[in-house]
């Protein structure tokens, strides 16, 4: 049986095509503003860096 794969990052990254710095900068800019749920203390990496 083939083995399915986990994560729909690779789906996600065809669907949306090459993308250039500018879309990289404007992604990075709209996952900035999503709010962090951990707590203060379980916070290690950015949430952005995380997304």
Same mark, same amino acid.
């Given at each position: 049986m083939p +083995? +399915?794969?986990?994560? #729909?990052?690779?789906a996600v990254l065809a669907k949306l095509? #090459?993308?250039d710095e500018?879309?990289?900068d /404007?992604?990075?800019?709209?996952?900035? /503003?999503?709010?962090? #749920?951990r707590s /203060? /203390?379980?916070r290690w990496y950015p949430? +952005?860096?995380v997304v």
């Open positions: +083995v +399915v794969a986990s994560s #729909p990052i690779p095509g #090459p993308l500018q879309d990289t /404007r992604l990075r800019a709209c996952f900035a /503003r999503i709010p962090d #749920p /203060r /203390r379980g949430l +952005v860096s």
